[in-house]
């Protein structure tokens, strides 16, 4: 079964810092990758979908990448703002149509 | 345009009643997920429709759980009898384009707890 894990479980910086989210994960056969950022008391929103045949995807500040071989990914978001801070989570789907999620980075953005 | 819709937003009910989830995906979406969070298990895919068949099942629990998709606009997710392991949020979530490589989008769940 696939295992999908995020590190940190949790991050706090001050706003304007640049930084990255790590995921990874234990069986390469996947369709694509997404990020997705959770606020309190609110579903998923989708930020960035990687198919496996990608190596990246960027929209504005937010780039993630996609190492199929060795299972990990990575996002990167740059100069970081208080708006930011929610939980950001990776979700992996299998070729067995099967949709895996990690247990997500708690990212707090300082003023 | 209006997101996926779910109803209710809580839920508080005694054990051993049933329980009715509702969800209205996107217009237009043919994909339809439910999900379920815990702070222990995380987030899970319980069962997902494509064009408002079944298509994997697997991940629903126990057979206390059922989940039915009369048409495109309209799915539930049903659990009789429930317990209190079954106290969690569940998200129902849609996407479009006829594959699997399509963002999903989440409604903003239901949180359930079971006394």
């Known amino acids: 079964k696939q295992e999908v894990t995020q590190i940190p479980a949790a991050l706090s910086v001050p706003e304007g810092e640049n930084l990255v989210l790590n995921c990874s994960f234990t069986?390469?056969?996947?369709?694509?990758l997404q990020w997705f950022r959770q606020d309190p008391g609110k579903g998923l929103t989708s930020l960035l979908l990687?198919?496996?045949?990608?190596r990246e995807q960027t929209s504005g500040r937010l780039n993630a990448s996609l190492d199929k071989s060795s299972g990990r990914s990575t996002l990167y978001i740059a100069a970081s703002q208080p708006g930011d801070s929610a939980t950001y989570l990776c979700?992996?789907?299998?070729?067995?149509?099967?949709?895996?999620f990690g247990t997500g980075t708690s990212l707090t953005v300082i003023p | 345009d209006a997101g996926v819709i779910q109803s209710p937003r809580h839920e508080v009910t005694e054990m051993g009643q049933e329980v009715t989830l509702r969800c209205k995906p996107i217009s237009g979406h043919d994909y339809l997920f439910w999900y379920r969070q815990t702070m222990m298990r995380g987030l899970e895919l319980l069962i997902y429709f494509n064009n408002n068949v079944p298509i994997d099942d697997s991940g629903m629990p126990e057979d206390r759980f059922s989940a039915k998709m009369p048409n495109a606009s309209f799915s539930t997710l049903k659990i009789q009898p429930s317990e209190p392991r079954d106290s969690a949020v569940y998200f129902c979530?849609?996407?479009?384009?006829?594959?699997?490589?399509?963002?999903?989008?989440f409604g903003d769940g239901t949180r359930l707890s079971i006394l």
């Open positions: 979700a992996v789907s299998g070729t067995g149509n099967q949709f895996y």
């Open positions: 069986d390469s056969a996947i369709y694509n």
């Open positions: 990687i198919q496996s045949s990608q």
């Open positions: 979530a849609s996407s479009s384009g006829g594959s699997l490589n399509q963002p999903q989008h």
